[in-house]
């Protein structure tokens, strides 16, 4: 994964968001061209005082690619063989 690579050493946290805080941080995820992950990490920053390791993110040429192939259909990756080949779409 890309984010071995980053200097900072990263440490796995779980934590439980409401509905609103979810849809919310998917938003402004999709709106920066961000992980989510990264703009918790920049909340948690702002609010507990610190640099932040996106700074590093920012730099990287990688990240301007997120969001590039943009189509609106929320199953694109479900049923990528219907919206390329038009065989049958996948049931969930």
Known sequence: ?????????????????????????????????????????????RELGGETPSSEIDRDPFWSMIGLGRSGRGDLSENVDHHLYGAPRRRR
């Open 1 to 45: 994964m890309y984010i071995h690579r980053m200097k900072s050493a990263m440490v796995r946290k779980q934590v439980y968001l409401t509905r609103a805080q979810d849809r919310r941080l998917k938003q402004e995820a999709a709106r920066r061209r961000r992980a989510e992950a990264e703009i918790i990490r920049a909340a948690l920053d």
